[in-house]
């Protein structure tokens, strides 16, 4: 079996492709290293190809996908962070161009099925907790999550009209020793291990959860393989519920820090309160307790050798 990732050089990309290729696949990453790191990738397995270019850019991605069978993609190229997609909203709009080249041609070579990584930010500001995939309103007023909406209604479009099935998943802050320090939980640990201060925005009462990279990519591989939650929308997180002061103190305390936590002006925009998602989907395909934050934060540390 052949996969394509595209974006497969950031955190969840880089983390699945390793982890599908000791499965055996034979995976082909595309990333244009914006933002992504080759070094995330283990090329030792030798069942990994790495190609430069950027899938907003037809004329690059269109050779990359007719010379070669491909069974399954996961398109999780974007662009990502919160502050860099509001001071460069219309590098989040080309993204737009990305999402239907990769449609167009997937469903002209006869891909058996289009797994999209979607967001949570989608929600937008909180209407009702917990955010349930088909019941919860998409409450999206930023450039990022305007895109991503528009995705999913792409992809639910190309499906309808031209039978090529999909997944989505909406991911809710998923961590590990992929990400990068621009992310709130390894941007604590590295605070937290160097001894500086941990800033919040505002009060740090707003809310979240935090997922380890390998709860994530367990559901993902095992929906590949089994063909469940066929076109489809799967909110992929954790439902524990915290506020990001908590999330500090609590890195501190994992780490045994000397860090102090410092408040910050809240952001203007772009920093939802609440955010929670119901997971009863992904509790089905994973079977087993997540991983807890404690445990997960330790397995960060261990593997990215802070």
């Known amino acids: 079996m052949s996969i394509l990732i595209t974006g497969g050089a950031g955190n969840i990309g880089s983390s699945l492709a390793n982890r599908l290729s000791k499965s055996g696949y034979q995976v082909l990453v595309?990333?244009?290293?914006?933002t992504g790191d080759i070094k995330k990738l283990n090329m030792k397995e030798g069942n990994i190809e790495f190609v430069k270019a950027d899938?907003?850019?037809n004329n690059q991605l269109m050779p990359i996908m007719l010379s070669r069978k491909i069974d399954f993609v996961y398109h999780f190229a974007a662009t990502v962070g919160v502050a860099r997609t509001l001071d460069y909203p219309m590098l989040v709009f080309d993204d737009i161009d990305g999402i239907r080249n990769i449609l167009n041609l997937s469903k002209n070579i006869g891909v058996k099925r289009f797994f999209f990584s979607s967001s949570?930010?989608?929600y937008g500001e909180p209407v009702s907790l917990p955010q349930f995939e088909d019941k919860?309103?998409?409450?999206s007023k930023l450039p990022y999550a305007i895109v991503k909406n528009l995705g999913e209604s792409m992809i639910k479009s190309y499906s309808?009209?031209?039978?090529?099935d999909f997944t989505i998943y909406?991911?809710?802050?998923?961590?590990?020793?992929?990400?990068?320090?621009?992310?709130?939980?390894?941007?604590f640990i590295e605070k937290a291990m160097n001894n500086l201060d941990i800033t919040i925005y505002g009060d740090g009462l707003q809310t979240r959860t935090f997922c380890y990279i390998d709860d994530n990519n367990e559901v993902l591989q095992n929906i590949q393989e089994s063909g469940s939650f066929r076109n489809d929308i799967m909110n992929v997180g954790s439902d524990i519920e915290m506020t990001i002061v908590q999330l500090a103190n609590e890195v501190i305390r994992i780490t045994s820090s000397k860090s102090k936590v410092i408040h910050l002006p809240r952001l203007e925009e772009g920093d939802m309160t609440r955010r929670c998602p119901d997971t009863t989907k992904m509790k089905i395909v994973l079977d087993r307790d997540l991983v807890s934050l404690e445990e997960g934060i330790k397995k960060t540390i261990q593997l990215k050798n802070f």
């Open 55 to 57: 899938v907003n850019d």
């Open 120 to 122: 949570s930010e989608v």
């Open 136 to 139: 919860t309103p998409l409450n």
């Open 170 to 187: 909406r991911f809710f802050n998923t961590y590990g020793p992929n990400q990068s320090t621009d992310f709130v939980v390894s941007k």
């Open 160 to 164: 309808q009209e031209f039978d090529l």
């Open 30 to 34: 595309i990333d244009n290293l914006s």
